[in-house]
Each structure stands twice: as structure tokens, then as C-alpha cells.
């Protein structure tokens, strides 16, 4: 009798213990999908809406000329050039927009010059990496909040003028294109952007540049326009919440290289190391991956077990692994990209295999950075 009540504990126990990973995970990557759905909000507009909120963005930003240029300011006594891209945001669209340079640029969607228009963004590379920012008017005009130079604070610039002709380096969208089918204009061109191959990056392998060169690259991820490949370096903390006293059951460290060229999402595949201290193996993850534009990945695989400590089967099966993943938006450090990850899987072991070395089934969690780099 006390042995039946206390398979049954232990039973209610485990599902009680599953159901908290599912309510956990199910959270987490809930809070994360709101985090990143505000690139989006704006995907439904028409263009008639797109238009209006595109005008109104523009006008809230030209209600700041004047303002004297104030680092880390965001209001008409000062205000500095990403500080008036996110207060026009905020005071025009009614959203919270990134409020440094680096951050804009990695919210922001990558375009060619030819298909730009008015209240898109001009990004420049003033000091040895992307640190200015301003909001395009047309016929090459922005307006910026400008730091130094003969003039000062928030003022209307041209892409033609010396200095901004040789620093910029790309233009990106927030809100949809009005007019997508349009090909480049040459009033709304200056002659560094006819002329200047930096711009490679938004051009077709023949150099040349136009309309939906961007999806003839990379399919509708223009910020891979050019590259092939995309190789991530993870390393992230496996979580336990079976009751111990430290919430950690191991560490995993991967390599993955997935395919960026011509496609709208991205198969990869991954190898690695797990430690994994509630099994006692050390074991080496293999699976193949599917990834979103958004950051979600389905990954399938298996893995091989390099040392067992305690219970564990050192068969190699296919699928072992069957899982989920998250990775937020990438923030510029050097060469390389970061950013934050999430995952769950389940470890899957066949029920025929014999009962003293059985490997545990169950679900893991896991947290970490991710490091990229596109080639």
C-alpha cells in the first residue's frame, strides 16, 4: 500500500514537474513574441495608412528644428539624433522605438536607395562604426540632429552636401513601403549612392542596384543581401527545476551554419558539447534546423554520448531531440552580432532499450547568447 502511494506521488509529482516547464516556456516565449512583435505592428497598414503615419513621422521629427543638440536628450530643451527618431515615433506613431543608434539599426529593415521614400531612415558611419541617424524627406533631404559642424541641433541636411555624402552607408524602413513597385528616381538619388559601390551589400551579385534586389539576394531579408551563409557560436545554461538548490543541471556549447541566400528562412545545422549533470553524461547534440526571420527555430537531431557517469544509453538514435527556439533581435559588437536565446526540448530515448541504461526522458531548458557572424 505505502509503496502504491508513493509510485502515485511520484507520478503526480513528474506531471506536475512537466506541467510547470510547458507553463514556464509557454511564458517566456510569450513575453519574448511581445517583445519583438512591435517591428511588426505595422505590417497590416494599407498604403493610404502607411502614407498618413509616414507623413505624420516626418512632421513630428520637423517639429523639433531648432532644438539644440543635447547627448542623451529627448525633449526640445535638447535632443540628440536617435533621441528624435524615438520621439517622433513615440509622439507621432504612438510607439516606443529603440532609443540608441545601434539598436535602430538592428530594428529597422535594410533597403535599397531605390526603393526609399520619405520617412525612412538614413544611417551614417561618423565615427568608425554606424552612430548617426536621420529621417529621409526626399530628393535627398533629412532631418538630423546634428552634433557638431558649422551647424548644430536638429536642422535639414542633404545627402549631396561632402561630409554626408562620404559617411552614409545605408538606408531602412520602419513603417511599410507606400510605393514598392517604384524604380529609382533620380531626383530622390544623390550622386554618392549613383556612384559609390560601398553600397554592395544592398546589390545583386553583378553590382548593379534596383528594385527588389534585396529579395533576389536574400530572399525578404535584405540584411543578409550578398552573404551565403550565417554561422552562430552559442553557449547557454541548462535550467532544473526538480527542487534542488541551485537551478542549474549543465551547460551547452554549439556551432551552427545555416544557409541565408535566396531564402526566407534559413535550414542549418548544428553539433556541439552538453554537460548535463542530472543524467551525468557529456553528450554531443547533432540536429538539423529550420529558422524564422523572427527568431524562432525548430531543431531535430539526435546525439552522441561521449561519457556516462551514471544511467545512460550510449546508443546513437534518430530523432533524440525534438525542440524550440528563440533568439531575440542581434545588437553590433564589432564584427560580430549578439543576442539573446531561449530553448526547450525533449530528450527522447526508446522504450526498448534495456531498463539499466535507460536515459531519462524529459524536457530542458535552456539560456544564452548566441554570437553571428554572415559571410
Known amino acids: 500500500m505505502t509503496l502504491d502511494l508513493t509510485l502515485k506521488l511520484e507520478k503526480k509529482l ?5 506541467f510547470f516547464h510547458f507553463f514556464f516556456i509557454l511564458l517566456l516565449l510569450g513575453t519574448f513574441s511581445r517583445l519583438n512583435a512591435q517591428s511588426s505592428d505595422f505590417s497590416s497598414l494599407n498604403q493610404a495608412e502607411a ?9 513630428a521629427a520637423l517639429d523639433y528644428q531648432g532644438t539644440p543638440y543635447i547627448r542623451g536628450g529627448n525633449s526640445k530643451a535638447g535632443i540628440d539624433c536617435s533621441g528624435l527618431v524615438c520621439k517622433a515615433g513615440t509622439d507621432a506613431l ?3 522605438l529603440p532609443r540608441t543608434v545601434l539598436s535602430l539599426e538592428q530594428y529597422a529593415e535594410k533597403i535599397p536607395e531605390s526603393e526609399r521614400e520619405r520617412g525612412d531612415l538614413v544611417f551614417f558611419n561618423t565615427t568608425g562604426r554606424i552612430s548617426h541617424v536621420g529621417i529621409y524627406l526626399g530628393n535627398g533631404e533629412f532631418v538630423h540632429a546634428a ?3 558649422p551647424r548644430t541641433g536638429v536642422i535639414i541636411s542633404n545627402l549631396s552636401e561632402n561630409y554626408w555624402n562620404r559617411t552614409y552607408r545605408f538606408s531602412a ?3 511599410p513601403a507606400v510605393e514598392p513597385e517604384r524604380l529609382a528616381r533620380p531626383q530622390d538619388e544623390s550622386p554618392h549612392e549613383r556612384g559609390n559601390t560601398a553600397l554592395a551589400d544592398i546589390r545583386d551579385d553583378s553590382g548593379s542596384s534596383g528594385a527588389g534586389t534585396a529579395a533576389k539576394t536574400s530572399g525578404n531579408n535584405p540584411e543578409y543581401a550578398g552573404k551565403t551563409f550565417r554561422f552562430d557560436f552559442r553557449g547557454s545554461v541548462l535550467w532544473d527545476f526538480t527542487g534542488g538548490s541551485i537551478p542549474v543541471r549543465g551547460t551547452t556549447v554549439t556551432a551552427s551554419a545555416q544557409w541565408v541566400k535566396g531564402v526566407s528562412y534559413f535550414p542549418g545545422v548544428t553539433a556541439g558539447f552538453t554537460w548535463d549533470s542530472r543524467q551525468e553524461i557529456i553528450s554531443m547534440p547533432l540536429y538539423i534546423s529550420l529558422t524564422s526571420p523572427s527568431g524562432f527555430s525548430l531543431f531535430l537531431g539526435s546525439r552522441l554520448i561521449l561519457y556516462s557517469g551514471g ?5 546513437f538514435f534518430f530523432p533524440g531531440i525534438i525542440g524550440l527556439s528563440w533568439t531575440s533581435k542581434t545588437r553590433k559588437v564589432g564584427p560580430l552580432d549578439i543576442a539573446f536565446y531561449q530553448s526547450m526540448e525533449y530528450v527522447i530515448i526508446p522504450e526498448d532499450n534495456d531498463k539499466s541504461e535507460k536515459l531519462p526522458h524529459g524536457f530542458r531548458l535552456a539560456t544564452g547568447l548566441t554570437f553571428m557572424l554572415a559571410k
Open 51 to 59: 502614407k498618413r503615419k509616414r507623413e505624420a513621422f516626418v512632421n
Open 311 to 315: 544511467e545512460g544509453s550510449k546508443d
Open 14 to 18: 513528474h506531471a506536475e514537474v512537466i
Open 173 to 175: 524602413r520602419i513603417l
Open 147 to 149: 552634433s557638431d559642424g
Open 94 to 96: 504612438g510607439v516606443k
